[in-house]
């Protein structure tokens, strides 16, 4: 179950084919559907992406928080999931990426969205990286 804040970006999103306003105005977002590691229940939430080739990158920032987003353990436990991207839905499986690539992938996020950089100031956690790439169809 989205909170109050991610339901009204989600219907918003939906409601105007990827395109959102307030603070993530112009800003590339995915929602992503999850299975609930717990519940087994399917669970969306909206998030920034980078493009990267094939891929779709995402990070499990939380806003800075000091534990990892539920989307981020849902995925750990069954790592297919749901992508819309625009008018566009599709299936994908997340790979978490580790060492260098992790590094240079969130570095390019927080280059082009500084609200990244901040968040790895507010928590001592690593921020996980997502690399979700699309299935066959």
Excluded: C
């Amino acid at each position: 179950m989205a909170n109050e804040f991610n339901q009204q970006i989600i219907e918003e999103f939906r409601a105007n084919e990827g395109r959102v306003g307030g603070m993530f105005e112009g800003a590339p977002l995915v929602l992503l559907t999850t299975t609930g590691a717990k519940s087994g229940k399917p669970t969306t939430s909206p998030m920034m992406y980078l493009a990267d080739g094939d891929r779709y990158v995402v990070i499990a920032s939380n806003a800075g928080q000091d534990h990892h987003p539920a989307w981020y353990h849902n995925l750990r436990a069954t790592p297919r999931a749901t992508a819309e991207l625009g008018k566009e839905t599709f299936e994908v499986n997340a790979v978490i990426l580790e060492g260098a690539e992790r590094d240079e992938l969130y570095a390019r996020m927080a280059e082009k969205w500084p609200g990244f950089a901040e968040y790895e100031t507010k928590t001592s956690r690593r921020i996980p990286v997502v690399a979700l790439y699309r299935t066959a169809a």
